[in-house]
């Protein structure tokens, strides 16, 4: 069975930092593009971050050097360092596997408020 539960959100004012967690199960997490999507109320789900198993990254023009995304093919985990955080950061954060039979998995989401 294919899990993904996300972790570390919380609340941070404006230039602070997080970082989440995404740990998986059911999959043979190191062959797999792992990426990070993030929903803002009243917006569409949108692509913030991947990484492929070799290691290579991309990253959404909101969030290119303030974001970081890494792997532990050890432990199964996906994360996604978040530094200099905007209001505009503020969305649930979901992890998702960069495959089309497995990309309808999803978790429960963890919530980043960026307030002062």
């Known amino acids: 069975q294919v899990q993904l539960v996300e972790s570390g959100g919380g609340l941070v004012q404006p230039g602070g930092s997080l970082r989440l967690s995404c740990a998986t199960s059911?999959?043979?997490?190191?062959?797999?593009?792992m990426a990070w999507y993030r929903q803002a109320p009243g917006k569409q789900r949108e692509l913030v971050a991947s990484?492929?198993?070799?290691?290579?990254?991309n990253y959404s023009d909101s969030v290119k050097g303030r974001f970081t995304i890494s792997r532990d093919n050890t432990e199964n985990t996906v994360y996604l360092q978040m530094n200099s955080l905007e209001p505009e950061d503020t969305a649930v954060y979901y992890c998702?596997?960069?495959?089309?039979?497995?990309?309808?998995?999803w978790g429960q989401g963890t919530q980043v408020t960026v307030s002062s």
């Open positions: 998702n596997i960069d495959n089309r039979a497995l990309a309808k998995y």
């Open positions: 059911g999959i043979i997490f190191r062959i797999y593009t």
């Open positions: 990484i492929s198993r070799a290691g290579s990254t």
